[in-house]
């Protein structure tokens, strides 16, 4: 199942430990196709073009022509750049036994079990003081084993396959070293690396956390899959990007918030104003921007929950999702995710005219539903909405599992979207 799409997003995935890099990743990937960078703080004369803007970890791209935008209104895909991960403590360093622990807090609905015996690096953005006491931030990737969160023998827990709960507090501290002493020293060595011409004298703070360095790959006889960690929602971002210069059509937008997994509601996330704010300056009048979301569409992409062969009873029986067998549309009743029959009928037909795999979850009745970026957004800004996905097993885990066939057939559903003529119109009533 190897193609040079998924080569380019399993080093894309590797290159991208934490949000900070995803986005600095994805920045450099839309200035190598032409696109420029837009700061926020400063006055924006926008005319034809392609233009980027980022805040924090989260970054908009649009292809924008102004003249056109009533007529065409805006086709938008938007997705998330976090992941649940351990996050480091802001006093850090445990000591109390033989060992050196880092104190660590759960970021997102993180599946702990799986975080046990591996190999574990940091990584993430710093702030500091260099030796002209500037201050700087730069991210930075220490790359190599630095830690592990080694698992109780069964010996001492026999019921440790039956009853296992995990403390975060105490049973979640990776263990660094024996001798290690001096935690803004490593990290200084990690800003060395970064910036050797502007090494750092102080460490002021630091929003970094750790990985496994086990990198993506294929699994599976015929390499039918594709594991990986942060699959949820990296891989989203990455085909949203992909589809934007595949298309290269005029009034198509990517929004990729972080925040997504602890609420959104942050200054980047989705509950946030940041693209309401970049509308506000791209479309101009109030007039011009409600009648230009009139025409839009927002396409939230987010990973699907696959049917997992070993709980099948997990799922509704009508509304399974398989792995490589294409897009997964969501639907929730209570809005959960922002699909409707308008909507979702819209992406089943753009499926259809292009011999694209599709499929439809909906969760158990009896079972609680997450939730994406779409409703967040659809609120926020009155645009119809769709909420699709890939499907994944092991989804919130370090390291999640998806179908390779899959990358390509969401890819062509969003270029052909990014291509459709015209406005979007909701089905005529009759």
Same mark, same amino acid.
């Given at each position: 199942?190897?193609?040079?799409?998924?080569?380019?997003?399993?080093?894309?995935?590797?290159?991208?430990?934490?949000?900070?890099?995803?986005?600095?990743?994805?920045?450099?990937?839309?200035?190598?196709?032409?696109?420029?960078?837009?700061?926020?703080?400063?006055?924006?004369?926008?005319?034809?073009?392609? &233009?980027?803007? %980022?805040?924090?970890?989260?970054?908009?791209? +649009?292809? #924008? /022509? $102004?003249?056109?935008?009533? @007529?065409?209104? =805006?086709?938008?895909?938007?997705?998330?750049?976090?992941?649940?991960?351990?996050?480091?403590?802001?006093?850090?360093?445990?000591?109390?036994?033989? &060992?050196?622990? %880092?104190?660590?807090?759960?970021?997102?609905? +993180?599946? #702990? /079990? $799986?975080?046990?015996?591996? @190999?574990?690096? =940091?990584?993430?953005?710093?702030?500091?003081?260099?030796?002209?006491?500037?201050?700087?931030?730069?991210?930075?990737?220490?790359?190599?084993?630095?830690?592990?969160?080694?698992?109780?023998?069964?010996?001492?827990?026999?019921?440790? /396959?039956?009853?296992?709960?995990?403390?975060?507090?105490?049973?979640?501290?990776?263990?660094?070293?024996?001798?290690?002493?001096?935690?803004?020293?490593?990290?200084?060595?990690?800003?060395?690396?970064?910036?050797?011409?502007?090494?750092?004298?102080?460490?002021?703070?630091?929003?970094?956390?750790?990985?496994?360095?086990?990198?993506?790959?294929?699994?599976?006889?015929?390499?039918?899959?594709?594991?990986?960690?942060?699959?949820?929602?990296?891989?989203?971002?990455?085909?949203?990007?992909?589809?934007?210069?595949?298309?290269?059509?005029?009034?198509?937008?990517?929004?990729?918030?972080?925040?997504?997994?602890?609420?959104?509601?942050?200054?980047?996330?989705?509950?946030?104003?940041?693209?309401?704010?970049?509308?506000?300056?791209?479309?101009?009048?109030?007039?011009?921007?409600?009648?230009?979301?009139?025409?839009?569409?927002?396409?939230?992409?987010?990973?699907?929950?696959?049917?997992?062969?070993?709980?099948?009873?997990?799922?509704?029986?009508?509304?399974?999702?398989?792995?490589?067998?294409?897009?997964?549309?969501?639907?929730?009743?209570?809005?959960?995710?922002?699909?409707?029959?308008?909507?979702?009928?819209?992406?089943?037909?753009?499926?259809?005219?292009?011999?694209?795999?599709?499929?439809?979850?909906?969760?158990?009745?009896?079972?609680?539903?997450?939730?994406?970026?779409?409703?967040?957004?659809?609120?926020?800004?009155?645009?119809?909405?769709?909420?699709?996905?890939?499907?994944?097993?092991?989804?919130?885990?370090?390291?999640?599992?998806?179908?390779?066939?899959?990358?390509?057939?969401?890819?062509?559903?969003?270029?052909?979207?990014?291509?459709?003529?015209?406005?979007?119109?909701?089905?005529?009533?009759?």
């Amino acid at each position: 199942m190897s193609s040079q799409l998924n080569q380019d997003l399993l080093n894309f995935l590797k290159a991208s430990p934490t949000p900070h890099h995803a986005t600095q990743n994805l920045a450099q990937k839309l200035t190598s196709e032409g696109f420029d960078q837009l700061a926020e703080e400063s006055t924006w004369s926008i005319g034809k073009g392609r &233009y980027f803007i %980022i805040r924090g970890a989260s970054i908009i791209a +649009v292809n #924008l /022509n $102004p003249d056109s935008l009533t @007529d065409t209104g =805006l086709k938008m895909v938007g997705a998330h750049t976090d992941s649940p991960c351990l996050k480091v403590k802001p006093n850090p360093l445990i000591e109390g036994t033989d &060992y050196q622990q %880092i104190g660590v807090e759960v970021y997102g609905g +993180v599946l #702990l /079990n $799986p975080w046990f015996d591996r @190999d574990l690096s =940091l990584a993430g953005k710093v702030t500091y003081l260099n030796h002209a006491s500037e201050l700087r931030s730069t991210l930075i990737d220490l790359e190599a084993a630095v830690a592990v969160i080694p698992s109780l023998a069964i010996h001492l827990d026999r019921e440790a /396959n039956a009853k296992r709960s995990i403390n975060p507090q105490t049973d979640l501290p990776p263990i660094v070293g024996q001798s290690f002493s001096d935690f803004d020293e490593l990290i200084k060595q990690g800003i060395k690396r970064q910036r050797p011409d502007a090494p750092a004298d102080q460490v002021l703070a630091f929003d970094l956390s750790f990985y496994d360095i086990n990198p993506p790959a294929y699994v599976g006889i015929h390499q039918e899959f594709i594991a990986s960690a942060r699959l949820d929602n990296l891989l989203s971002c990455f085909l949203a990007v992909e589809a934007l210069l595949g298309a290269s059509a005029e009034n198509t937008l990517i929004v990729l918030n972080d925040h997504e997994e602890v609420g959104s509601a942050s200054a980047v996330g989705a509950d946030g104003s940041f693209l309401r704010d970049v509308l506000e300056r791209l479309l101009g009048s109030p007039e011009t921007r409600i009648r230009t979301l009139a025409k839009s569409l927002l396409i939230s992409t987010d990973n699907a929950h696959g049917l997992h062969p070993n709980f099948t009873s997990k799922h509704d029986p009508l509304h399974g999702p398989l792995l490589n067998q294409g897009p997964v549309i969501k639907v929730n009743a209570n809005q959960r995710y922002a699909t409707d029959g308008d909507t979702h009928g819209f992406f089943k037909s753009l499926c259809q005219a292009h011999d694209i795999p599709h499929q439809v979850f909906v969760t158990r009745s009896d079972m609680g539903c997450g939730s994406t970026i779409g409703p967040i957004t659809a609120s926020k800004l009155g645009v119809k909405t769709l909420d699709v996905g890939l499907p994944t097993f092991g989804m919130h885990s370090i390291r999640e599992l998806g179908g390779a066939k899959d990358p390509d057939y969401l890819q062509k559903a969003l270029t052909a979207f990014f291509k459709v003529d015209g406005g979007i119109q909701v089905p005529a009533g009759d």
